[in-house]
């Protein structure tokens, strides 16, 4: 298509317009709305207590859902594509379940599975542990919310290297430990990694599932975003601040994720 | 051997996604249907559920036509036009999913509510629900497009340039129809992650009835039973989406 100047122009000014309007303004205004009565204050609002202990229920929901979520990922992407067969395939169509899923429902499930009136509600409350309403279902539901990422991101790369070289390297006497550690997991590594940030984003940034299974008390159960839901909920001007100083708090994280998402992908392009 | 560590993995990879998430949705299932059909049918068709679910399903569709239209412009531009910055521009895409989405709530309550800058109070109505599912759908039409056009062989356009096409007929004989498919698809899976959005919508939506915030009302009020009803409503739908999704041979991501 030759396409004149003016078409052109209009051609970008409407794209970006749209895109500024869209993506940059929220971010901007959130930036603008926490330091508005100075860094100082903002600080304030994001050492407190409450906000400390959020972030850092929110680091270990990440850093334990997106580990297990890995090693996950990586057995059942070489299960799909490496083994096949028939329940290799079901697993397959059911894995893009929890993308599908409202995270309000996630919560429901976990409700009715392992709360108190659940499936396995009398047996976990006869051992004294409790599950929805404290951490471990809060766990629960970011594991559900996050599962899929490195699946999805790991398949269509062990499609593409093909399983060669692991027949040469198994054909040479390597045991299978010893094949995916040198052969495979190398070869993978880029869509792993790129999983891996997939899922931390989502892992950090969750409302919907983990709200429903939270007791929503500061200081226990309250998750970064979960702060910033009961924040922006109150009144007061203090409660809007707090909330947009989380909120900046995983703005920050957010781009810092965004950043290592294009720097990865053009990466991965080049060693392609 | 390798055959038994694999049937050991297939197992380790079945049982970890059953305890987490087949076997809570067979729960949710189950309870909906553990009630009589008329009980059921009276839940999910009862005046608010089946609001809910009109504005729901109506917010999501109208949120994929326009994200359909502006994210194959966005795509064009970014793959056809130079410009400076574009690189960045490009980068930004992703941030629906990199952000999460209660920000992007607030700032639309911040954009739009009461004490909005521009004076523009959309805050509490359907409106500003389209715009909250535009912003985390966003990335979808335009990541599915872009590689397609990039593919794309220019020789077919200017062959149809020389034989005195205009740019209008170009776009809508040789450029859209090697694109639907990668439109399609990708407005498919924007419209299924906007039925299950709730996240941006909390703090913009008080009055108007979206089904997730339904159900969680639900919950709350500890009516189980009617959450399940609309619950598998909801599930039932995103499946038929999912297939629908495999049939035209898309991918789900993201």
């Known amino acids: 298509m030759l396409i004149s100047n003016r078409a052109k122009w209009s051609l970008r000014a409407a794209a970006l ?15 603008f709305k926490t330091f508005e009565h100075g860094f100082g204050v903002a600080w ?21 859902a997106v580990p297990l979520n890995t090693i996950f990922g990586v057995t059942c992407a070489l299960v799909i594509v490496r083994r096949r067969g028939r329940l290799a395939a079901v697993l397959d169509s059911l894995i893009d379940l929890p993308f599908l899923v409202s995270p309000i429902i996630v919560g429901l499930a976990l409700t009715l599975v392992y709360g108190i009136h659940g499936w396995f509600g009398t047996f976990f409350t006869d051992h004294g542990i409790r599950i929805i309403f404290a951490v471990p279902g809060m766990l ?10 490195v699946v999805r991101e790991v398949a269509p790369v062990l499609v593409e290297v093909g399983d060669e070289q692991e027949q040469a390297a198994a054909t040479l006497g390597a045991s299978d430990w010893q094949t995916f550690w040198r052969i495979t997991l190398p070869s993978i590594r880029w869509g792993v990694i790129y999983g891996v940030i997939l899922s931390t984003a989502r892992a950090l940034g969750e409302i919907g599932a983990v709200l429903v299974v939270s007791s929503l008390v500061a200081g226990q159960t309250l998750t970064l975003p ?16 707090s909330a947009y100083a989380a909120a900046t708090e995983l703005a920050v994280i957010s781009v810092v994720v965004l950043l290592a998402m294009t720097t990865l992908s053009s990466r991965r392009q080049q060693s392609r | ?31 909906a249907v553990s009630q009589s059909p008329s009980d059921f049918w009276q839940a999910v068709t009862n005046p608010l559920a089946l609001r809910a679910l009109g504005v729901t399903l109506g917010a999501a569709l109208l949120s994929a036509a326009i994200g359909a239209v502006m994210g194959t412009l966005v795509a064009f531009v970014l793959i056809r036009d130079e410009f400076p910055g574009k690189r960045f521009i490009n980068g930004l895409i ?28 959309l805050a509490y109505t359907r ?4 715009v909250a599912l535009l912003f985390v759908t966003l990335p979808f039409v335009v990541r599915s497009v872009q590689p397609v056009l990039l593919e794309l062989d220019r020789e077919v356009e200017e062959a149809a340039a020389s034989l005195g096409a205009s740019n209008a007929v170009i776009f809508r004989r040789v450029v859209l129809p090697a694109l639907r498919p990668a439109i399609i698809s990708g407005a498919a899976l924007a419209f299924a992650r906007a039925v299950g959005e709730i996240g941006s919508l909390w703090l913009i939506t008080a009055k108007v009835p979206i089904a997730s915030i339904v159900i969680y009302a639900d919950i709350e009020s500890d009516a189980p039973l009617a959450a399940a009803s609309l619950a598998l409503v909801l599930i039932v739908l995103s499946l038929i989406v999912l297939v629908l999704i495999r049939r035209l041979g898309g991918r789900v991501a993201h």
Not at chain 1, 140 to 149: D, E, Q, R
Not at chain 2, 13 to 29: F, G, K, N, R
Not at chain 2, 96 to 116: E, K, M, Q, R
Not at chain 2, 127 to 130: G, M, S
Request: cysteine-free.
């Open chain 1, 44 to 64: 304030g609002w994001m050492t407190t207590p409450a906000a400390i202990s959020a972030l850092s229920l929110s680091l270990l929901m990440a850093a334990i």
């Open chain 1, 140 to 149: 629960l539901a970011t594991i559900f919310v996050s599962l899929p990422f």
């Open chain 2, 1 to 31: 051997m390798a055959r038994r560590r694999g049937g050991l993995a297939l197992g380790l990879s079945t049982l970890y996604l059953s305890v987490i998430v087949l076997i809570p949705l067979a729960a949710v299932t189950i309870k």
């Open chain 2, 127 to 130: 409106a500003v629900v389209v």
């Open chain 1, 226 to 241: 979960l702060l910033v839901y009961q924040r922006a909920s109150q009144l007061g001007p203090g409660a809007i601040t």
């Open chain 2, 94 to 121: 992703d941030l629906p999913f990199a952000l999460p989405t209660i920000v992007a709530g607030l700032a639309l309550l911040a954009l739009y509510g009461p004490d909005s800058p521009f004076g523009v109070h």
């Open chain 1, 17 to 31: 317009l749209y895109l500024l309007a869209l993506l940059i303004l929220p971010v901007v205004v959130i930036f």
